[in-house]
């Protein structure tokens, strides 16, 4: 198996009718990149390609609107009336209130030049940034192997290097995955001619994938089916309080090894999804009850003071005295019961994180109060962090209003690091 090829990312210094010529759309085909996961932060990115240097990555962000990068010094700007400014300005993030769509041009004060708030997930500040277009460029794919590269311009914000704080070494910026006219999967679908949909399979360990536009997806070994063919189940999704991220509806709860887990008086339960939190976080008046309905099920015998290399968690075990299995350690299952009759499970794979050599915890940690979103509004009672997706196929269907999921590949011998990114001859 080839090294996956990196995104390329250049600045665009040139109008887009100078490079419409070598902007080459590829008759509909999907696009697909590959997922790495950094050691240190625990952040996935997409890798890039900057004025033909490699080592460089677009953080992933499920919750983010734009594409944002650091720019050239002498990039174009888009100006204030445009429709992809008004795009740029539909969603802000918390504690950035709208003061218009741009700023007078240093080279022509008649002209207003748009610009945007991008925003670092990871350490919350947000700036204004000029909106640019960036040419980009990923690999066609059948869904098997990745085919050829594909160019095309994208809508996106520049921000100083002040705002790569606490991302990846190598970060140049993040590709928002949102539902926005300019997030990522959008300006893919809006390019290539392609659907809006795009899978994402977050690594454990090694190389995961995402494809944007929809099709199959094949992991190795190929024969067998695809595992777009093989989801475990979907469930609508939902708008959330002015929010682009991607929601779900938990109607009747929450269920641990398929007892009713007793939660306040509510409707239904809102889960959010977030790619740059690591364990999922759940708001207090749901946490609480989770996890004395988990201390229940375990038992005693194995339970252990949680060590300092354990925060935050608060349950902890001995994981000589937890068997192991193909779905991780045999511990009790959390089931969240979903619009539409299916659940999403977590098995001891995505719910035990092993801390230390002799202890794992139950990697669900209570929501800091207050928390907002994009908007300013109150986060959901729940949002799914990356721990609990990885190797967990993710469909999030932007045309059919749906998010689809595998469940945990391991059960079925699969990984999201089994994408096969060997280009064939």
């Known amino acids: 198996m080839s090294k996956p090829r990196p995104l390329l990312l ?46 460089h990555q677009l953080v992933l962000d499920l919750s983010g609107p734009i594409i944002w990068s650091t720019c050239a010094t002498n990039h174009r700007t888009m100006e204030c009336n445009s429709v992809a400014c008004m795009r740029a300005h539909r969603f802000h993030p918390p504690n950035c209130p709208h003061t218009g769509y741009g700023m007078p041009d240093d080279d022509n004060p008649y002209r207003c030049k748009c610009t945007a708030h991008p925003h670092n997930p990871v350490c919350g500040d947000t700036v204004s940034g000029d909106v640019t277009r960036t040419a ?39 590709a928002g995955l949102a539902r926005s006219g300019l997030s990522f999967p959008a300006q893919v679908a809006g390019t290539q001619k392609v659907a809006k949909t795009f899978a994402l399979c977050l690594p454990r360990a090694g190389t995961g994938v995402a494809i944007f536009g929809g099709g199959p997806l094949f992991l190795i070994p190929a024969e067998r089916p695809a595992i777009t063919d093989m989801l475990a189940g979907d469930t609508p999704l939902r708008a959330y309080r002015g929010s682009p991220g991607y929601f779900i509806s938990a109607n009747k709860g929450i269920a641990m090894n398929q007892a009713q887990v007793p939660l306040p008086e509510h409707s239904s339960l809102t889960i959010g999804f977030s790619s740059t939190i690591r364990y999922t976080e759940l708001r207090c008046d749901v946490y609480r009850p989770l996890i004395r309905a988990f201390d229940q099920a375990m038992g005693q015998s ?103 999921f595998s469940g945990l590949l391991t059960g079925r011998g699969f990984s999201c690091s089994n994408f096969n990114f060997t280009i064939p001859a």
Not at 140 to 159: E, I, K
Request: aromatic share 8%; proline share 7%.
């Open 136 to 174: 980009l460029s990923a690999n066609a794919t059948d869904g098997r192997n990745p085919l050829r590269p594909v160019s095309f311009v994208a809508v996106t914000s520049c921000a100083p290097e002040s705002l790569l704080a606490k991302l990846p070494a190598g970060a140049v910026g993040v």
């Open 10 to 55: 250049a600045a665009v210094v040139s109008t887009l009718c100078v490079l419409a010529p070598t902007v080459a759309g590829d008759g509909g085909k999907p696009l697909v990149t590959a997922v790495t996961k950094d050691a240190a932060t625990f952040l996935y990115s997409a890798p890039v390609m900057r004025n033909g240097q490699p080592g």
């Open 302 to 404: 194995a339970r252990v003071t949680p060590p300092s290399a354990a925060a935050p968690f608060e349950l902890c075990y001995d994981s000589s005295k937890l068997s192991p299995t193909r779905l991780g350690y045999f511990v009790p299952q959390v089931d969240l019961i979903l619009d539409g009759g299916k659940n999403w499970t977590v098995f001891g794979g995505n719910s035990m994180a092993q801390v230390d050599r002799h202890t794992a915890c139950f990697a669900f940690v209570e929501m800091k109060e207050g928390k907002t979103g994009y908007g300013g509004r109150a986060a959901p009672a729940v949002v799914i962090g990356g721990f609990q997706m990885e190797d967990n196929l993710v469909v999030f269907d932007e045309e059919k209003q749906r998010l689809g």
